[in-house]
């Protein structure tokens, strides 16, 4: 059954095949959205958008295209008709693929907002409520982040940045090892603690 929710300045639809969206992730639509008004122009991308409400937020006053992707048909359709409510449609783009599917070699972005599942494997029974594919990370909660920050890594514009949602401050550690900011092609500027998960800001290094 389809339920509907207060997000920002959007009511969104989803229902429970898909992650209910918190209220506290409109956060990653602020930061977003303010590094929107310095960014290059071009298209924003939202990785792992379930239902679309952090990515339409964060685009819904710039004027700005979005591009949402995820592999869950149920999450596109609900993501489309999120645009459509918000009088976005017709700057919204939907695709539903896997992260290493779903662009063009060409293709890139200066903003792209990332929230992948995080939750460590052994943790997902805690969340009982929540689609099983929505929240596991992997062992370490990391594996769908890691594959985000390939797309990022191949797709972000130079001088454009990145918000990507995680877990914890250890987790954000643990990808600062990652090859990407090791080599130097990214880097992890900024971190900030939220209510749940932490956002961090990654550049083009």
Known sequence: MTEHLAFGTLTIAYDD???RPREWTAAQSDWAADLMTTAPGGTVLELCAGAGHIGLLAVASSGRRLLCVDANPVACDYARANAL?????????????????ALAPEETFPVIIADPPW???EQTTRYPEDPLTAIDGGDDGLDVARACLAVIDDHLSPGGSAVLQVGTRAQTDALRREPCFTEGRLAMVEVRQQVR????????G
């Open 197 to 204: 998960g932490v956002l961090a800001r990654i550049d083009r």
């Open 119 to 121: 939750v460590p494997r």
């Open 85 to 101: 409510a918000a009088g976005l449609a017709e700057r919204v783009e939907v695709r539903e693929a896997r992260l290493q599917e």
């Open 17 to 19: 095949r898909v992650l």
